[in-house]
C-alpha cells in the first residue's frame, strides 16, 4: 500500500507532484500550511514540502508535528542561511568567504569580508528578495545586525546546479549539472545536456550526497553553485524540488517530480536517462500566447496564477535530440515571439555555440 504524500505548500511545485504521482497512482495532497484550519491527515500520511518557510497557524503546526514529516532535521538546517553556511563548512564543502552580521561595527565586519559584498538575510528571501549589494565605502544598514549574512562577491563565469535525489535506503541518484542564468536574483532559464567537466560532475555529487546523508535526506535536493576558474563554489541549497530542475519532465526518462515521490514512497530509485540537449526559461509576469506551441520541440507549462511583474507564472520546456536541432528551435522561438523570448533564445544560443 503507497502512502498518501502531504505537500506543505499548494502552488505549482505541489501541483506538478500531483501531476508526477498521478500516473503512479499515487496521491499526492498539496495544502496550504498558513491556514488556520485543521487538516485531515492520516496516521500513515508522508509529509513533504514545497516551500521552506510557513506560520505557526493551526495546519502549520500540525504539518510540523506529524510522526510522518520528512526531513525535518534538514529543513531546520536549511531555512537559516547560517545554519546553512555553517553546515557547509562543517562538512567540508567549498562556499565564498561568509560571516554572520553581529553587533555593532558592521563596517568592520563587512570589510573583513571583501570590498563588494552580497547581504542576504537568515531566513526568507527567495528570487532576489531580502537581499542587498554592498561595497567599501557605502554605510550598512542597522536592521542588518543580528539579521543577515554577509558573503564576498565572487568573479564567477557561470552558475550551475546540481539535482539530486537520496532514498532510506541512502540510494543516491543525480541529473547532469544544468547551466542558469539568474537575472536581478531570479533565475531566468537553465540549460541541460551540454558537455560538463568531469571534475565539477564528480565533485558536486560528491558535495551533494555528503550533505544529504549528513542529514538523512529523503527526496530531491538542489545544490546552486558558482564556476570560478573552472571550480565549484556552493552558493545554496534547496530541501526540495526545483525550479533548475524543471526541464527534467521532458528532457529526462523520469522528471525531478517523480523521483522526489518515488524516494519518499519509497519505490525503486534509479538513475533517469537524459534525452538530448534541454532549455528551460521561466515566463515572468505574462500573458498565455498559443505561439510558444508553434516552436518544434516546446512544451508549455502554465500555473494559472494572478500575474503581476515578475512573478512566475509558467514555464517553457524546449526539447530537442542535439544541439543543432536546439539552436533551430531557438533561432524560431526568437524570430516568432516577443522581446522576452528573444533575450532568452540568444542566452541559450550563446551556450550552445561556447
Not at 94 to 100: I, K
Not at 303 to 325: A, L
Amino acid at each position: 500500500m503507497l502512502p498518501r504524500i502531504v505537500v506543505a505548500g499548494n502552488g505549482q511545485l505541489g501541483q506538478m507532484l500531483q501531476q508526477a504521482g498521478a500516473p503512479m497512482q499515487l496521491e499526492v495532497m498539496p495544502v496550504d500550511p498558513n491556514a488556520d484550519v485543521q487538516l485531515e491527515l492520516r496516521a500513515d500520511d508522508v509529509i513533504t514540502v514545497e516551500i521552506e518557510h510557513w506560520s505557526d497557524s493551526v495546519s502549520g503546526l500540525q504539518l510540523k508535528q506529524h510522526p510522518n514529516f520528512r526531513n525535518k532535521v534538514a529543513l531546520h538546517m536549511v531555512v537559516d542561511r547560517q545554519r546553512q553556511k555553517s553546515l557547509l563548512d562543517r562538512l567540508q564543502v567549498p562556499t565564498s568567504p561568509w560571516l554572520s552580521l553581529e553587533g555593532d561595527d558592521l563596517q568592520a565586519q563587512l570589510e573583513s569580508v571583501g570590498e563588494r559584498v552580497i547581504v542576504k538575510r537568515r531566513r526568507g528571501g527567495y528570487d532576489g528578495r531580502g537581499q542587498w549589494r554592498w561595497q567599501k565605502g557605502d554605510q550598512p544598514e542597522a536592521e542588518w545586525a543580528g539579521e543577515c549574512i554577509a558573503e564576498a562577491m565572487i568573479p564567477f563565469s557561470h552558475e550551475v546546479s546540481l539535482v539530486g535525489a537520496r532514498n532510506a535506503a541512502g540510494e543516491k541518484v543525480f541529473y547532469p549539472l544544468t547551466c542558469n542564468w539568474h537575472q536581478d536574483g531570479i533565475l531566468r532559464a537553465s540549460i541541460a545536456g551540454l558537455p560538463i567537466p568531469a571534475e565539477q560532475q564528480r565533485d558536486a555529487e560528491a558535495w551533494l550526497g555528503r550533505i544529504m546523508d549528513d542529514e538523512g535526506y529523503i527526496g530531491v535536493m538542489a545544490m546552486e553553485c558558482f564556476v570560478v576558474d573552472g571550480k565549484l563554489l556552493v552558493n545554496e541549497l534547496a530541501p526540495r524540488v526545483h525550479n533548475s530542475g524543471h526541464w527534467t519532465q521532458e528532457g529526462a526518462s523520469i522528471s525531478q517530480f517523480e523521483l522526489h515521490l518515488r524516494a519518499l514512497a519509497g519505490l525503486p530509485l534509479i538513475t533517469p536517462e537524459v534525452s538530448g540537449v534541454s532549455v528551460m526559461y521561466n515566463l515572468l509576469g505574462r500573458n498565455w500566447k498559443p505561439e510558444w506551441l508553434s516552436v518544434q520541440g516546446a512544451h508549455v507549462h502554465w500555473y494559472g496564477k494572478e500575474i503581476r511583474p515578475g512573478r512566475k507564472v509558467g514555464h517553457v520546456n524546449i526539447c530537442r535530440p542535439d544541439v543543432p536541432t536546439l539552436a533551430e528551435s531557438l533561432q524560431a522561438l526568437g524570430a516568432q515571439l516577443d522581446e522576452e523570448d528573444s533575450v532568452v533564445a540568444e542566452w541559450a544560443l550563446a551556450q550552445l555555440a561556447s
